[in-house]
């Protein structure tokens, strides 16, 4: 029973990991740059929510719309401030970049909310399912969590294959060049991707707050790179990847948390990243991409 | 001689030295005549650990255009192994420089050893993969140096990375106490040791840059491909730039760790790699003397100001993103060039009013 | 190289820039609140930034009520400077730095213990005196006769937690929970392990996260929860015992809760149900609602200053000047005495003195450095602190 117990809390932190790197590997795929600002928009998303519902007392969805609507509109303010300026520099210098405004949306986030951790109140007001006589817990973040993340990840798979944006984006991603040579705004493309990515990292933060409650500036730093790890494993880039990686790091995680050691568990977690990627270089669901003279 | 005064890389690396030597004169006596602050001598010796630090990870990323995201890892095996080195060497090597050169040779080796392990598996791998798993190999290192025990006590020296308490005996001490880290720990970082840390790093980077081995790198970083097809062995020169940047950092970390009375693994974390990055990035890639040059100003820039508490860190985000911008934005370079050139007009203009 | 010389030259101009600012806007900053000639210049650092930095802000905010109180009084003078350690060894170090750059005579910090053990060595090497508000690391007092603690040790708290549950019918199955990265906590649950063995308990699990993955602690709880554990011992803060808690109440799990002073202020962590803290116990030094004037006066004064309600770092803060100034008037140091006089004469009065503070009456020291405090123990019942026996 307990082992049906961690798979499901793996699962349900691994479905958090999976929607920050959906956001991950969409910017990556696009703009090929390592976003690490990411898991800092999740922060600003969870804050947002929370002065919405404890400051507003508005009702939790409409704190998740405010979330999504102010962490696009910083994606897309951050895209065109920090990173569209350096487009076709080397990739380094862009994450240089990233981290610095990963460094200025933490510090700033220090100042204007103080430094004080936020206990956030879950927006999940579902009863949690007991089964086996108490022996199994399902919280309703557990389900709404896992309910969302497939949503997206379908959501996300009919967008790149079905409409024009969509398209647009995976031609980008293939190759810039003849993408801007087909007539596709090369700039727009990457500034949706921003905001999607960044729309998604909103909602991350809301789930990831309610099945955590912790809220303070730093709170997205860790998550954020267990999530690049999770894109990378999955296979950067993809998107049902992303998916995959994320749960699969989540219950891994877990099970060497359980099983194992809960100290050695962030080394279990990599040194199996490494063997996979020694395995597949390109991650689980990656394209190996073959280099032409 | 004439010969040599022509050769363009000669040059080149004797301004490096030149800056360096000049650089450290002046600060050794400023500090010895006691005009020095008590911050400033303070900088100086994480200076000189982190002048290393950049120069090393920069044969990495600038020269073999490899991404490494775990450079504080090997900093940590040197800070760590170093610890233990100098403590055990208590009794039996009396001269504190001796042993500190002692420590430092034996935690390079070591960290140059993981190195060595750890580059069989990554250098498989490329760009931002290899990043990965760099990063991932740092985390490891800092989870397993956190969970280290390392003792001695009558029956000599033991060691274990288990919460189960280690046997020591009857006046056994710790040397390094799991997730405490190191405390208690002899000072025996020095600037003139420092120093010389940063010339022998300089000196087998710049050998390095400039042998035949060296421009062997740099055709691989430029073009794999084409490298090998003119039967360059891509991976034994990769590896071997891995090795010896983790040999240098592991060096530095032991200078680093025997700076201060007391330090913990978190130290080595994910931040700490990426700073030295920062380092290396702003510098210029590829640019030995601007890492030395970035590693200084950087690391003293936060301290600088302090004066703004709680404004400071915040500053100092606007400032890096700002430098990036200036110095890699094409569009910001021309908005800067087209000002420059009014500004200059203006005043040229002015001196002919004044001229005539 | 042209890129090199554009970096340089961009980074000076900030950089003289900021000296200009700085050097205009530090002049009140460093020397606050009140730049009297003639006020014994304090020192403190600690986490004012970072992840740590509710501890160093709270300290920060405590220590500077009670210079202001001190100051208002007249006579005896206190300066106060707070400095940013990112509760990290090395920038301990260049804090520390700068504080004896600005002419500091009683360190009056660090707030967290591994930036401590740093400043400690640097202290007991120059002769400053030390006295730590909230350091609570056995190894930090080790490094010289002239480092003191207000706060009690690790070690200490871990032994009187397995004492009183082995003395109180709390439970028959003991789990703990603790953070292998963090010192505060390891030292802890190390003697904790030690003294349970000595009294006899069942412990039946031992669960441990670390700094990077402690957003979710899941698993640990439902370890616990396998294992059969009726009294949970949770050596951290109160940041992460409300994760612990409010996952346990969501998946029905109720064991009697028991933590340590970091778990004080859980009650204020904002957003935070306090239903969820009922029937938690801890051992602490300071209760906000205690209805003493003085505690009444502190909270009051905290509270208007900051917003929020102060936990034990802001009182172990006050006491710290407290006990400083006591010290100083008893000795009768003054201002224009070198740190290292002054240094000789507060290891005099504080191995001999008796201090009487928020966080407890009649304190004393051993030499050591270790203070004499008895860790009381308190149960949440309707969202206030009751004193148990």
Partial sequence: ?293 | MKKLLKNKTFLANSRIYLTVIVAFLVMFSLSNAGILSSSWKGYLVPICAYISLAVSLNLLVGICGELSLGHAGFMGIGAFSGIIFAALLKDVVVSDTLRLLLAMVGGGLLAGIVGFLIGIPVLRLRGDYLAIVTLAFGEIMKNIIGNLYAGVDENGFHMAITTSKMALGEGGKYIINGPMGATGVQKLATFPMGFLLVLFTLFVVLNLINSKEGRAIKAVRDNRIAAESVGINVTAFRMKAFVVSAFLAGMAGVLFGLNYSSITATKFNFNTSINILVFVVLGGMGNILGSVISATILYVLPEAMRSLEDYRMILYAVVLILVMLFTWSPKVKEIVSVISAKLSGIFKKKEVETNG | MKKLFAFVLAVMMVMSMLAGCGASESAPAADAPVAEAGAIKLGMCGPLTGGAAVYGTAVQAGMEIAVEEINAKGGLQFALNCQDDEHDTEKAANAYNTLKDWGMQIMAGPVTTAPSNVVAGECANDQIFMLTPSASGASVIEYGDNIFQICFTDPNQGTASADYMATHDLGTTIGVIYDSSDVYSSGIFDKFMTQAEANGLNVACEASFTGDNKSDLTTQVTQCKEAGCDVVFLPFYATEAAQVLTYADKIGYKPVFFGCDGMDGILTVEGFDPALAEGLMLLTPFSADAEDEATKSFVAKFQEKTGIVPNQFAADAYDVIYALAQACENAGVTADMSATDINAKLIEQFTSMTFDGLTGAGMTWAATGEVSKTPMAVVIENGVYVGVE
């Avoid at chain 1, 990378?232 to 990686?245: K, Y």
């Fill in chain 1, 1 to 293: 029973m307990s082992f049906l117990q961690y798979l499901i809390n793996g699962i349900s932190i691994g479905a958090v990991y999976a929607i920050i790197a959906l956001g991950y590997t969409m910017v990556y795929g696009i703009a090929k740059m390592l976003n690490f600002a990411h898991g800092d928009v999740i922060m600003v998303g969870a804050y947002v929510s929370y002065c919405v519902t404890s400051y507003l007392g508005m009702p939790a969805i409409v704190s998740i719309l405010v979330a999504v609507v102010a962490c696009t509109v910083l994606g897309i303010v951050i895209e065109g401030l920090a990173y569209k300026p350096l487009r076709g520099t080397p990739s380094l210098a862009v994450l240089i970049t990233a981290i610095g405004v990963s460094y200025f949306l933490q510090n700033a986030a220090q100042l204007i909310f103080g430094s004080a951790p936020k206990n956030f109140k879950s927006i999940v007001t579902m009863q949690p399912l007991t089964l086996f006589g108490g022996g199994l817990t399902i919280t309703g973040e557990v389900i709404i969590t896992i309910a969302i993340c497939v949503a997206i990840m379908v959501g996300l798979t009919l967008f790149t294959s079905k409409t024009r944006m969509g398209k647009a984006m995976r031609a980008v991603s293939e190759d810039r060049a003849a993408a801007q040579l087909m007539g596709i705004n090369v700039n727009q493309t990457i500034s949706l991707t921003f905001a999607i990515g960044s729309a998604l990292a909103a909602v991350a933060g809301v789930l990831l707050c309610s099945t955590v409650p912790t809220l303070m500036p730093t709170t997205g730093a860790m998550p954020g790179i267990r999530a690049f790890t999770a894109a990378v494993f999955g296979g950067i880039g993809s998107i049902p990847g992303a998916m995959l990686g994320g749960i699969l790091l989540g219950i891994i995680e877990t099970f060497s948390k359980a099983y194992i050691s809960t100290q050695f568990s962030d080394a279990i977690v990599f040194s199996v990243l490494i063997i996979i990627l020694l395995v597949k270089p390109a991650g689980l669901l990656g394209k190996q991409i073959q280099e032409k003279v």
